[in-house]
């Protein structure tokens, strides 16, 4: 039968175009509603109540969008709300894949680290996931609040960006780890100076990747794949559309054909009912 409702995916701001674009390439014929909180980002840091009332106000937009599953492209709300969510919400609801299990495929010493935000090392959830697997695994979690920032300010090379990325990354590499998760939806914008810092041998784990076959996998049990060939896509955001419209083309649009032609929106929150 199928459904041909809206997929929406959300995040603190455009790190979540990440999964967006994984969705896309698994799920060519889905329509997505993608919501990036710009305006007031970055979540990492702040308080986890005013976390998840920013994600309660986000996740009323989409109920107003008559979305069938949200997938929340942030780890930060995926650690502190996703249950929340599933609870609250009529629609399917997944959050970003933690990348244990690749991680654990791809480690050859059993060295891995997690990189994400405060508010998502805070939690711990990573190094439980990769401890349940595996409890001989030795973890090394660092926080790197100053990415994100940065990632947003378009700083994605150059000496500000390589300066934060040594100072959080060469501890790690002293250590011994050779695979790295990628924590933040954010981060693979800039894989290529965290390769650097890190080398060639220690392997970056993507969990865009496995959210996308996530959302594939949950779709197809309840029934609500989309019947179509080709979907179109919305991208909303609490603030400046010209720097989302550049990180669209950066992140999504190079990597598309000709037909994609997504559309840009400002959405304020607050002209929705904000209370679950």
């Known amino acids: 039968m199928g459904d041909n409702a809206p997929i929406g995916i959300f995040d603190s701001g455009l790190g979540g175009l990440t999964v967006v674009k994984e969705v896309l390439n698994l799920l060519p014929g889905e329509d997505i509603i993608y919501f990036g909180d710009t ?59 933690n990348g244990a299990k690749a991680a654990l495929q791809a480690s050859r010493n059993n060295h891995i680290s997690v990189i994400a935000t405060e508010a998502t090392i805070n939690s711990g959830k990573h190094e439980k996931a990769i401890k349940a697997e595996n409890p001989d695994v030795v973890v090394f979690p660092q926080a790197c609040p100053k990415f994100v920032p940065l990632i947003e300010q378009e700083k994605l ?44 041998d220690v392997v970056l784990i993507d969990p865009a990747r496995e959210t996308a076959a996530e959302a594939r996998t949950e779709l197809a049990q309840h ?14 955001f609490s603030a400046d559309l010209p720097r989302a419209e550049r990180f669209t083309a950066c992140a999504i649009e190079s990597s598309r054909s000709q037909e994609f032609l997504p559309t840009f929106e400002m959405v304020k929150l607050q002209d929705y009912c904000v209370k679950v």
């Open 39 to 97: 305006a007031r980002i970055p979540y990492g840091s702040r308080p986890p109540a005013e976390i998840l009332q920013f994600m309660n106000e986000i996740l009323t937009f989409f109920l107003a969008q008559k979305v069938k599953m949200t997938i929340v492209a942030c780890n930060t709300m995926t650690t502190l709300g996703l249950e929340q969510a599933r609870k609250a919400m009529p629609f399917l609801s997944i959050g970003v894949n």
């Open 157 to 200: 090379s150059g000496p500000e960006i390589e300066a934060a990325a040594r100072e959080y990354l060469i501890p790690l590499k002293q250590a011994g780890v050779d695979t790295l998760i990628l924590g933040c939806t954010h981060y693979p914008f800039i894989s290529s100076v965290i390769q650097e810092v890190m080398g060639p």
């Open 223 to 236: 029934d609500k794949l989309a019947t179509r060939a080709q979907g179109k896509v919305r991208l909303c």
